[in-house]
């Protein structure tokens, strides 16, 4: 089981970046995949989840409308589309998986991927 984070990099203020979760041994459509983010010095957040059951959840205020997950059943992907990206959303973003529904805590979620760097400049 391994999920791979890509997409990260530097973007300036208001720029976009598409992070995508790629897994490998075992198919991402039969479990909740969450992207979680982690900004120096504060604990990591969950920022937006798919369900099992395709359930759509946005746990920031901040990204909503600008922030979009789905899922690719055929390359075996979840996708975090960001756009009118802000400085505040800088951090790591870590995609995790966990059977079943989506949760906003991060000690219900059993694999996680390495983290992609997200640096947003004003």
């Known amino acids: 089981v391994q999920l791979q984070a890509s997409g990260g990099g530097l973007v300036q203020y208001g720029g976009s970046l598409r992070l995508s979760c790629a897994a490998s041994g075992f198919t991402l459509a039969n479990y909740a995949i969450a992207w979680f983010r982690q900004a120096p010095g504060k604990e990591r957040q969950a920022v937006s989840c798919?369900?099992?059951?395709?359930?759509?959840?946005y746990y920031e205020d901040s990204v909503k409308g600008r922030f979009t997950i789905s899922r690719d059943n055929a390359k075996n992907t979840v996708l975090l589309q960001m756009n009118n990206l802000e400085p505040e959303d800088t951090a790591v973003y870590y995609c995790?998986?966990?059977?079943?529904?989506?949760?906003?805590?991060?000690?219900?979620?059993?694999?996680w991927g390495q983290g992609t760097q997200v640096t947003v400049s004003s």
């Open positions: 995790a998986r966990r059977s079943f529904r989506c949760s906003p805590q991060r000690w219900a979620f059993t694999y």
């Open positions: 798919i369900g099992d059951n395709d359930e759509i959840l």
